[in-house]
């Protein structure tokens, strides 16, 4: 059996830094925010050279703050992409505002940027491009974009923690970088977590008084939230910072070894990436003929795949009361008929890729 993810398998490596930083939590008595949140957010601010970092407690909720923050609200569209997971359209929605899809590159699977411009109107307020499976977009064409406008850009950076374009981490090329830290994502916690990054001083006050109530100095000065991270998740966080690197660099290992093993088939073509991309591999997705049979096949062989996604975001049932135009996502929905990600983690063993390759390779030649 190879499992499609494997979070147990890897807390087994970390088990002996992990719990005692959970005992040591537990005795301390500070469950929530307090100096563990603190020490996270610093290290991340010195890892993305940004001024702010504000820990949360979900990728959506640091989505929907970036929006609001920006005072996105009812009558402003925002162009987003159409496949990605739910919560990337749901903050827009969350904020009041208007998703206006523009559909993907078939090679790269993420926003086709040569059709952002025709998709701005007055109404257009922002951009939320998404790297998907932690491929990041052509940030030098959306900033273009965004700068010529004078739109707002919001990073949802959940697939791409590590992520690079161009020698520069993907979630400091926007206004606002959004990060989740769930647990099958590159760094992911034992729970829920988000994270927003940014330069912007007027935004971090607001970030700090979203995520916990409007409080500040005993007083409620706005209506907030409550999305503070705890205690113990960014104290897991904390230790998992220190394996990002090695932990990425395997799973491109992986990756670069699946390519090799896989590249005679023609039934498949692999995710393209942009010229200065570095690639963090949270999934490898491609596009594979025959998807559900080989699906099916890898499932009785013991190997689990996922699809990410089974339907484009304008086609969920949840969005039925907004018209989408059809050809706004007409290549979104094409390929996610097509795509399957393959098991990637960083303790799957070479054999195992291998092995998996094998049984793709049969598939194809039977
Ligand atoms: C995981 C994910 C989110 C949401 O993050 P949560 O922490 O689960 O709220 C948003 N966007 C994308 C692209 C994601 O993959």
């Not at 970030?207 to 960014?234: C, M, P, T």
């Not at 491109?252 to 090799?260: P, S």
């Not at 049932?317 to 059809?326: D, G, Q, R, T, Y």
Request: proline content about 3%; some cysteine.
């Amino acid at each position: 059996m190879i499992p499609f993810v494997d979070v147990s398998k890897e807390f087994e490596l970390l088990k002996n830094e992990i719990t005692s930083k959970i005992n040591k939590i537990l005795f301390s008595g500070q469950f929530i925010l307090g100096e563990e949140v603190s020490t996270f957010e610093e290290s991340i601010s010195h890892l993305f050279k940004t001024n702010f970092s504000i820990a949360v407690n979900s990728g959506t909720d640091a989505l929907h703050f970036a929006l609001i923050a920006n005072n996105i609200q009812k009558g402003d569209q925002v162009i987003t992409t159409p496949l990605s997971f739910m919560a990337t359209t749901e903050a827009i929605l969350y904020a009041g505002a208007e998703p206006v899809f523009v559909d993907i590159d078939k090679d790269t699977f993420n926003i086709d940027v040569n059709k952002v411009e025709q998709a701005i109107t007055e109404k257009t307020k922002a951009i939320l491009p998404v790297h998907l499976y932690g491929n990041p977009c052509n940030l030098d064409k959306l900033t273009e974009i965004c700068n010529k406008h004078n739109l707002i850009m919001i990073e949802d950076c959940a697939q791409s923690f590590g992520t690079k374009y161009k020698d520069r981490y993907v979630g400091t090329f926007g206004d606002v970088g959004c990060f989740s830290f769930y647990p099958t994502k590159n760094l992911g916690c034992y729970g829920d977590g988000g994270l927003i990054i940014t330069n912007k001083k007027e935004h971090f006050h607001k970030f700090l008084l979203y995520r916990n109530h409007g409080l500040v100095d005993g007083e409620h000065k706005i209506i907030g939230f409550n999305s503070r991270l705890d205690s113990i998740q960014a104290g897991i966080l904390n230790v998992k910072l220190s394996y990002l690197n090695q932990f990425i660099e395997k799973r491109r290992k992986l990756v670069h070894l699946y390519k090799n093993y896989l590249s005679d088939i023609e039934e498949i073509s692999m995710q393209k990436e942009e010229d200065g991309a570095f690639h963090s591999y949270n999934l490898i997705t491609f596009v594979a003929k025959k998807r559900d049979e080989l699906f099916s096949y890898l499932k009785d062989k013991g190997i689990s795949c996922g699809i990410y996604y089974k339907k484009s975001i304008p086609e969920q049932p949840s969005l039925s009361f907004l018209s989408i135009p059809k050809d706004s996502y007409f290549i979104a929905s094409n390929i996610a008929k097509q795509v399957i990600s393959l098991p990637l983690y960083p303790t799957l063993s070479e054999s195992s890729v291998k092995d998996i390759s094998q049984k793709i390779k049969e598939f194809y030649a039977s």
